[in-house]
């Protein structure tokens, strides 16, 4: 079926330590995975997606890896700050009934202190 | 701001009743995205609409339904409310698939008391 699992659903880090959100998807043809932010009480945010023909791609602090083999991709940030606290979710595109769509994993609630 | 309006911000109703949300997608969008998003969970995939056309289906139940107008703006039908049915609906929009950037509305706000 489709289905994207995401851990772990809570992370907590000390500011200035890195973090690492991971998620696995079960449909092979699967090529597109956006990373959204989500503080609390507001909208989800894109702030990177990779797409299958890459294995990592860059932002500054954040990075995403994709292994297409294993059928899993990794939200990483270094240097976390206390403003890097929000709810992140993974997505994968699925194709349904010739249609697409995108699947979300459930969350990974991370929380940097000071 | 994402360019995506979602009206009302948010909405009171009874059990049995029924509520329409509202979106108007980014301009030059053709897609429409509803999601919702019950208290501490993720974003369940309700429906898309391209360019007036219906073109995917998530779990939405019978009791919903949705459309988008020929100015592209769509409105998520809610019939027949029960208390699961309070949660946070966001719109969403991009220019065609999925596969491009879907930008998210503040979303509105639903208590089914």
């Known amino acids: 079926g489709e289905n994207v699992e995401q851990h772990p659903s809570t992370l907590s880090v000390q500011e200035g330590d890195s973090a690492v959100i991971k998620c696995t998807y079960s449909?092979?043809?699967?090529?597109?995975f956006p990373w959204y932010k989500q503080e609390l009480g507001k909208r989800p945010q894109l702030i990177i997606d990779i797409r299958s023909n890459v294995g990592e791609k860059k932002d500054q602090r954040i990075a995403v890896t994709l292994n297409k083999t294993a059928k899993h991709f990794s939200l990483h940030i270094t240097e976390t700050q206390p403003e890097d606290s929000a709810v992140y979710f993974c997505a994968a595109r699925f194709r349904n009934t010739g249609f697409q769509k995108l699947v979300f994993g459930t969350g990974t609630r991370l929380l940097v202190s000071p | 701001d994402s360019g995506v309006t979602q009206t009302p911000k948010h909405l009171i109703t009874a059990t049995g009743q029924r509520v329409t949300l509202r979106c108007s997608p980014r301009s030059g969008d053709l897609s429409v995205y509803w999601y919702q998003q019950s208290l501490d969970q993720g974003l369940q995939f309700l429906i898309q609409?391209?360019?007036?056309?219906?073109?995917a289906k998530g779990n939405i139940l019978e009791r919903f339904s949705a459309q988008q107008f020929p100015d592209l703006h769509s409105e998520l039908n809610l019939s027949s409310l029960e208390l699961g049915d309070s949660a946070l609906y966001f719109c969403?929009?991009?220019?065609?698939?999925?596969?491009?950037?879907?930008?998210f509305g503040p979303g509105t706000r639903l208590l089914v008391l």
């Open positions: 449909d092979s043809a699967s090529n597109y």
């Open positions: 609409y391209y360019n007036g056309e219906e073109r």
């Open positions: 969403a929009s991009s220019f065609g698939t999925p596969q491009e950037t879907q930008y």
